[in-house]
């Protein structure tokens, strides 16, 4: 039973150094990740795992609030479906159902007079950059991860390219917490101050007030 006892001893310690240079060549052998990916991968996991998000924006010397709710909607006249509704505190609502539809209700025409895709943006909505994040990080299109001072704290400066806009995240060191972000497009450039609450039912009932009547 000793002798039992000292061999599987040494075939553990074998098979777990076995196991340790497996990890060494494996890591020698295959290309790690661009900081700017990894990070925007763990950026991505926040929009991902969350369905509300409350911004400060701030463009075209205006200041404004939002909320961006990606969830399952309900509203008079409309049958159920899940999309994403960005809605302005005043009062300018945002509905994307996909794959195509778009739609806008109330607001200024400086709120209709922005693209859709920017007002996104700027509103944090967690569906639409979770994608970008996830896409731009598997084709390798991140340009790159710097450490910045915002509002006199260390970030970490993330800037992606979608389509016509430069978008540049900035996220919390510790955790990649995304909490601010830029936008710039032709002709404009926006910033906006983003944090992650929870959707509830009250909440929800209030962003989809007023949505656009359906086609």
């Not at 990916?37 to 404004?64: C, K, Q």
């Not at 025409?109 to 859709?116: I, L, N, W, Y």
């Amino acid at each position: 039973m000793r002798s039992w006892t000292l061999t599987a001893a040494v075939a553990a310690a074998v098979a777990g150094s076995a196991f340790a240079v497996a990890l060494l060549l494996q890591a020698a052998v295959l290309p790690r990740p661009p900081r700017g990916t990894a990070a925007a991968l763990r950026a991505e996991t926040w929009f991902e795992h969350h369905h509300l998000v409350e911004s400060s924006i701030r463009f075209d010397h205006r200041i404004t609030r939002g909320r961006c709710a990606d969830a399952w909607f309900r509203a008079r006249g409309r049958r159920p479906a899940r999309g994403t509704i960005l809605r302005l505190a005043d009062g300018f609502t945002l509905l994307v159902v996909p794959p195509h539809r778009i739609e806008t209700a109330n607001g200024t025409t400086e709120d209709r007079a922005v693209s859709p895709l920017v007002a996104l943006e700027l509103g944090g909505c967690s569906k639409l950059l979770a994608r970008f994040l996830q896409a731009d990080a598997q084709n390798r299109r991140v340009l790159g991860l710097r450490r910045e001072l915002r509002r006199g704290s260390l970030v970490l400066a993330l800037t992606i390219p979608v389509d016509a806009t430069r978008l540049t995240l900035y996220l919390a060191p510790k955790n990649y917490r995304p909490v601010a972000l830029d936008v710039t497009a032709r002709g404009l450039r926006g910033r906006s101050e983003i944090r992650f609450t929870p959707l509830t039912t009250p909440v929800l009932r209030l962003i989809e007030r007023d949505l656009p009547a359906a086609r």
